[in-house]
């Protein structure tokens, strides 16, 4: 069954899970290939890459917090050009579609990237990551650049910005928004004594992310679907995504912590979601259910038709 | 590299300040070498029961192998752990150390730092008949050395400058491994390697290493928090690493 993440149009993304890594948990898809089934996935999402080579922040990057984690990594990354000619060959290789995330710096670099996107088969989508500092002008114009693209463009809306963003992001084009970024912070790091500043993730993120979609499905078109981001920690965050009106979701540092975690929520949501759209009940389903039991639970209600 | 279970099946304490834990751990990490890590994370039997504090994977250096399926970490006393408890372990983290071939002396330094990611060299070299000094710097003075092998030399600095035989331990030494202050451990080897450059003038390629042990999110190369800058470009610390070329490691 495929689910569209996109806009329906020319250029439209069809997934086969509504679950997706969030950009910069599975690297470029060649690290997870031993502690996850991908194919489990609806798509990869790359690691962030920028037109040009980016350096890692200097200074403390990891800052742990009660039931969560600060970090702060400058987006360290080879550059468009170098990672296109290292990973296209594997994601050529991958069974579900790549979407490769773009940070959105400036509108002449999105039209330099966006043709040399263009060129590459191996990638099915471009999420493009807008900066927290990012105004509603700024964003018009990356997007707008952007937009030459020929192939779907999904939007990363920066935590903070979100509200001020979302309807023009979707106004000037965007086929999806991805709501939201991982909220920047600030903590003080206990190693060096510095206050630190990054962005924040944990299960406490989901509240938040969870009611800004739930407000921005009414606001914003219907026909542009939205993918809840952030704090998904259980198959049941996914899920109360979904019912607060996305379309899929993203997990990011849970992964990082429970690798399983995100093929878990993949088959429940992946499962979840042909249950409801088959008007079966929702508890049919789940994970770990073997066949055996799957066929158990199916049996009364068969029993129960047939004697009505 | 796996994501496995294990099992805490002994506890031992060996001083006043650690304890060392006895891992049943799953074949794969059977031969784990010096330098690679374990990221470990505590769990339950019902895998339903997610507990999200602590968050991040802890860093396990072992210290110790002691038969096919028990590798031994040392822990501080303080810590609360019981036999039995389950731990979700990924690994082997990380790359083995390279040690030279025709290793006489090896000089180990741990500063601000327990030495516990050292350690697990320890036995292999004295094996080799390999003259190990480990010395400890700044807060790693305090560190209780009672447990460790006898044939061991250990040195306690005076201070953050240097100790008594620095200049004979620093010319004879065919390799030395240095641990920093965590989370500040690029200071701690900028500091270490002046101090070793002022009594060697030349430093041969691959002779001081710095190990870092830096809290890592993924542990895969994924996330790019342990990314460090090196005369060869950016590595990290999880894949290339912990044990990077001081001479090639960019420390500003």
Known sequence: MAIEITRPGKYSLAVGTPVLPAAGTLGFGDRYKRLLDLSKLGALITNPVTLVPWNPASGAR???????????????????KKVIRQYQNTWSRLSIPVILHLVGTSAPDM?????????????????????????????????????SLEKPLLVRLPFFECMQLALPAADAGADALVL???????????????????????????????????????QIPADVPIIGCGGIHSPQDARDYIEAGAVAVQVDAATWAQPKMLERIGRDLGGWIATRQ??????????????????????PSEDQAESN | MKETQAYIERIRRVNREYQRLDLAVDDSLANIQAGQALLVRRIEKDYEAEVWDPYLRELWFPVEAQARSILVVEQRARQPFLPGQLLSIIGPVGSPIRLRQKLRNILLIAHDSSPAALLFMLSPLLARDVSITLVLMGAARQYEASHLPEALELIRAEDNLG??????????????????????????????????????????????YGMLQRQLPCGLGACHACMVNTRQGHKLQCVDGPAFDLTTLRLE
């Open chain 1, 62 to 80: 990891v800052v742990p917090l009660d039931a969560g984690f600060l970090l702060h990594t400058g987006l360290p990354n080879p550059g468009l």
């Open chain 1, 111 to 147: 039209l330099r990237a966006c043709a040399r996107l263009d060129e590459v088969e191996a990638i099915a989508a471009v999420e493009l990551g807008l900066s927290d500092d990012c105004t509603v002008a700024d964003a018009l114009a990356i997007i707008d650049a952007a937009r």
């Open chain 1, 180 to 218: 939201t970024a991982a909220p920047r912070g600030t903590v003080r790091d206990t190693a060096s004594g510095r206050l630190t500043s990054g962005r924040v993730y944990g299960p406490l993120v989901k509240p938040m992310i969870l009611r800004l979609v739930g407000r921005l499905r009414r």
């Open chain 1, 278 to 299: 088959r008007n079966a009940l929702l508890d049919e389903w789940h994970p770990d259910m073997g066949t055996t039991e799957a066929l158990q639970r199916r049996m």
């Open chain 2, 163 to 208: 100790w008594n035989d620095m200049v004979m331990t620093l010319g004879w030494a065919d390799q030395i491994f240095v641990l920093g202050t965590p989370g500040e451990e690029l200071a701690s080897f900028a500091k270490i390697l002046r101090l070793v450059r002022s009594r060697r003038t030349v430093l041969p390629p691959r002779f001081i």
